[in-house]
Antibody, heavy 121, light 107 residues
Framework: EVQLVQSGGEVKKPGESLKISCKAS????????IGWVRQMPGKGLEWMGI????????RYSPSFQGRVTISADKSINTAYLQWSSLRASDTAMYYC??????????????WGQGILVTVSS | DIQMTQSPSSLSASVGDRVTITCQAS??????LNWYQQKPGKAPKLLIYDASNLQTGVPSKFSGSGSGTDFTFTISSLQPEDFATYYC?????????FGGGTKVEIK
């Protein structure tokens, strides 16, 4: 059974750094893209980017490029999303999601439970 | 980026009703379209992939159709557990983009 278990909620101040995690099990972690989706309070879904743990190839949405870093450690089947300097506007629920790849096409098929990140002074 | 326009943004329906949601893409995306269900406080769940294929384990009351720029999602007979928000999502091009969502509420 595919499972993605995300780390617990976080409360941070503007300007602080943060790294959240997503541990995968039930499939070959190195051979599937895994990525992150943001959902701001009361809003819709925004795709942030994906990484291929096998070779660390990474693709970002232009909306998030330079603001976040996506990484993965295939030795412990874990993907990460990190910020170097948080803003209040980063307050949101963040979902990790395994992405099924069909050639050059990718889409999320299994999702983690979400991590609520709150940034407030 | 490919823009996905969903309508309506919300609807009220009764148990047993047939519900239809539409999704329009700003460019031709072939059949590279998925539908997700999200219940309050929960992660999205993939229901339909490739515009019309039912994900394993998803009840056949859910269906999807369309290609190119115009797509439709249907629930044949609404049940209490179907009250949720539904999103379309294109994967023809990166970045992946979602429609704004349709909240299905109890009448």
């Amino acid at each position: 059974e595919v499972q993605l278990v995300q780390s617990g909620g976080e409360v941070k101040k503007p300007g602080e750094s943060l790294k959240i995690s997503c541990k995968a099990s039930g499939y070959s972690f190195s051979n599937y893209w895994i990525g992150w989706v943001r959902q701001m309070p009361g809003k819709g879904l925004e795709w942030m980017g994906i990484i291929y743990p096998g070779d660390s190839d990474t693709r970002y949405s232009p909306s998030f490029q330079g603001r976040v870093t996506i990484s993965a450690d295939k030795s412990i089947n874990t993907a990460y999303l990190q910020w170097s300097s948080l803003r209040a506007s980063d307050t949101a629920m963040y979902y990790c999601a395994r992405h099924l790849a069909l050639g050059v096409f990718y889409y999320p098929d299994y999702w983690g439970q979400g991590i609520l990140v709150t940034v407030s002074s | 980026d490919i823009q996905m326009t969903q309508s309506p943004s919300s609807l009220s329906a009764s148990v047993g009703d047939r519900v239809t949601i539409t999704c329009q893409a700003s460019h031709d995306i072939g059949n590279f379209l998925n539908w997700y269900q999200q219940k309050p406080g929960k992660a999205p769940k993939l229901l339909i992939y490739d515009a019309s294929n039912l994900q394993t384990g998803v009840p056949s009351k859910f269906s999807g159709s369309g290609s190119g720029t115009d797509f439709t999602f249907t629930i044949s007979s609404l049940q209490p557990e179907d009250f949720a928000t539904y999103y379309c999502q294109q994967y023809d091009n990166l970045p992946l983009t979602f429609g704004g969502g349709t909240k299905v509420e109890i009448k």
